[in-house]
T-cell receptor, first 111, second 115 residues
Framework: GEDVEQSLFLSVREGDSSVINCTYT??????LYWYKQEPGAGLQLLTY?????DMKQDQRLTVLLNKKDKHLSLRIADTQTGDSAIYFCAGRNTGFQKLVFGTGTRLLVSP | DTEVTQTPKHLVMGMTNKKSLKCEQHMGHRAMYWYKQKAKKPPELMFV???????INESVPSRFSPECPNSSLLNLHLHALQPEDSALYLC??????????????FGPGTRLTVT
């Protein structure tokens, strides 16, 4: 099965940019997603990218996909304390409904 | 509207109890999902319903019994659970079909404690 790895923890100051990274083993993932989870809450879909794209920008969020290195990243510009949460990347193959989640990265934003 | 609702928010049950978790969506999605999430871990898929039919069962023990009465509702019936089943149970829904992008929208979860 696919493995999706993320670094465990990232700490930034308010106003800085945050970059959360994700590496995956299965290059057949055709849809890649980023989710945010605040303590005690469900997962909030932030954005997604198709494997035929290299980049997608959505307001403060920029997703970069490097298919050659099987690397996905999420950049949050002007990070705010409200961005403190766990961020999961997830991949899905065409025709399959199962999401494979990364291990999650805890982002801590300090004032 | 991208809201998925789940009830109850919290549930404490003994190992001999029978209880049910409920999930509802009104986005017209025809796929619904149950996930289990332990602390500091990613969600683990349990069941998938497509067009009200069970399409994926990830080898979940029979003490968990899913039900999809209609396209908007999803239940998870619980019976004779073990303490290790304590977790956050998440429901999600998505479109299906050739034009669908399949992004899943999650509910807030039910925090289950088995005593």
């Amino acid at each position: 099965g696919e493995d999706v790895e993320q670094s465990l923890f990232l700490s930034v100051r308010e106003g800085d940019s945050s970059v959360i990274n994700c590496t995956y083993t299965d290059s057949s993932s055709t849809y890649l997603y980023w989710y945010k989870q605040e303590p005690g809450a469900g997962l909030q879909l932030l954005t997604y990218i198709f494997s035929n794209m290299d980049m997608k920008q959505d307001q403060r969020l920029t997703v970069l996909l490097n298919k050659k290195d099987k690397h996905l990243s999420l950049r949050i510009a002007d990070t705010q304390t409200g961005d403190s949460a766990i961020y999961f990347c997830a991949g899905r193959n065409t025709g399959f409904q199962k999401l494979v989640f990364g291990t999650g990265t805890r982002l801590l934003v300090s004032p | 509207d991208t809201e998925v609702t789940q009830t109850p928010k919290h549930l404490v049950m003994g190992m001999t109890n029978k209880k049910s978790l409920k999930c509802e969506q009104h986005m017209g999605h025809r796929a619904m999902y149950w996930y289990k999430q332990k602390a500091k871990k990613p969600p683990e898929l349990m069941f998938v319903y497509s067009y009200e039919k069970l399409s994926i069962n990830e080898s979940v023990p029979s003490r968990f019994s899913p039900e999809c009465p209609n396209s908007s509702l999803l239940n998870l019936h619980l019976h004779a659970l073990q303490p290790e089943d304590s977790a956050l149970y998440l429901c999600a829904s998505s479109q299906v079909g050739r034009a669908a992008t399949y992004e899943q929208y999650f509910g807030p979860g039910t925090r289950l404690t088995v005593t």
